[in-house]
């Protein structure tokens, strides 16, 4: 028998590559048939390995699930963005590698990063999500977000339902 040790910890500027290949990875799978294609090329392609450097770097705040050597998702969070939204901070950012989803590893994520934003004196949350991201939505349904807020964006010609989900102290 042996065992596979799973780690959440904060990312390391040499966890940029596998972070940006998750993100790549999980966004095509996620959004394909939901955000447009030339669209979804442009925000995947944002975001290669030199933006994760230089976020890592500067101190923004990634954690990474590492699930025996390999980087199977990652959670970036902050202060929250939306100034009409009175919640302290937001989780901008949830996704794992389509093969570990499923298993509980997006609920450790979630509570980790859920709890390092609580000690930090940051006790409500928000999170955004597609409407058509149903999978995401019955996520943080599960996890007793309510939600409180609906927005749209727009990606190309396509404007797509935002909805977000808050978690008080
Ligand atoms: C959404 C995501 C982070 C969830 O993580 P996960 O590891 O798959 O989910 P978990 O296994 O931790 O599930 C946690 C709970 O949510 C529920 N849940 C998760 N996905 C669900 C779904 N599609 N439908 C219904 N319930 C779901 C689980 O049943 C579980 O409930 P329980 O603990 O009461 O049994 C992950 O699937 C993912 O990365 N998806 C693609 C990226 C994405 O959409 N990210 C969010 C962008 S806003």
Redesign the pocket.
């Known amino acids: 028998m042996s065992t596979t040790l799973i780690e959440i910890r904060r990312a390391r500027a040499a966890d940029a590559t596998a972070v940006a290949s998750t993100h790549d990875e ?1 966004w095509r799978a ?1 959004y394909r048939g939901i955000i447009p294609g030339p669209e979804l090329e442009k925000l995947v392609s944002r975001r290669g390995e030199a933006w994760w450097d230089g976020a890592i770097r500067k101190g923004s705040r990634v954690s990474v699930l590492v699930f025996g050597d390999s980087v199977a ?1 990652y959670a970036n969070y902050g202060r929250n963005r939306a100034r009409s939204l009175t919640y302290d901070s937001e989780i901008y950012e ?3 590698r389509p093969e570990y ?7 450790r994520l979630f509570t980790s990063a859920r709890r390092d934003l609580v000690q930090s004196g940051m006790k409500s949350m928000v ?1 955004w ?1 597609l409407s058509d ?1 149903e ?2 939505v ?2 943080y349904r ?2 007793g977000g309510q939600p409180v807020a609906r927005s749209s964006e727009k990606f190309g010609d396509k404007t797509l339902d935002k909805v977000a989900f808050a978690w008080k102290a």
Request: proline share 5%; charged share 10%.
């Open positions: 999980a996620t998702g949830l996704y794992l989803q499923g298993v509980g590893f997006g609920r999170i999500a991201n999978p995401a019955r996520f599960a996890l």
